[in-house]
């Protein structure tokens, strides 16, 4: 069984940064195709960026394009969201996964099977 803890997560000013950390147990995480996701309060979980086995295969949801990095360090076993100009629109609960099947990524919660705990964000206006 995989497991994922999420870390970095706080309160932050509009237009400030957090990164965000996924730390995945297990020896074969450089085999693994990574998520983020997030929700809000009363919104259903959404998709925000993956990224491939290669670090050159990344994907964003374009409510974040331009404002978000997703990174890996294969010797770390770690999955990093770099999140910049942040807004309060942006606030909720992030969510890390692996990518249970099919290709590198995908936008949709069923295509993904290990699931961390969850970290808060929180932007304030």
């Known amino acids: 069984q995989v497991q994922l803890v999420e870390s970095g997560g706080g309160l932050v000013q509009a237009g400030g940064s957090l990164r965000l950390s996924c730390a995945v147990s297990g020896r074969t995480f450089s085999m693994y195709n990574m998520g983020w996701f997030r929700q809000a309060p009363g919104r259903e979980r959404e998709f925000v960026a993956a990224?491939?086995?290669?670090?050159?295969?990344?994907y964003f949801a374009d409510s974040v394009k331009g404002r978000f990095t997703i990174s890996r360090d294969n010797a770390k076993n770690t999955v990093y969201l770099q999140m910049n100009s942040l807004k309060p629109e942006d606030t909720a609960v992030y969510y890390c996964?692996?990518?249970?099947?099919?290709?590198?990524?995908?936008?949709?919660?069923?295509?993904?099977?290990?699931w961390g705990q969850g970290t808060q964000v929180t932007v304030s206006s």
């Open positions: 996964a692996v990518k249970a099947r099919g290709s590198w990524y995908s936008t949709l919660e069923a295509d993904f099977g290990s």
């Open positions: 990224i491939g086995r290669s670090v050159s295969s990344t």
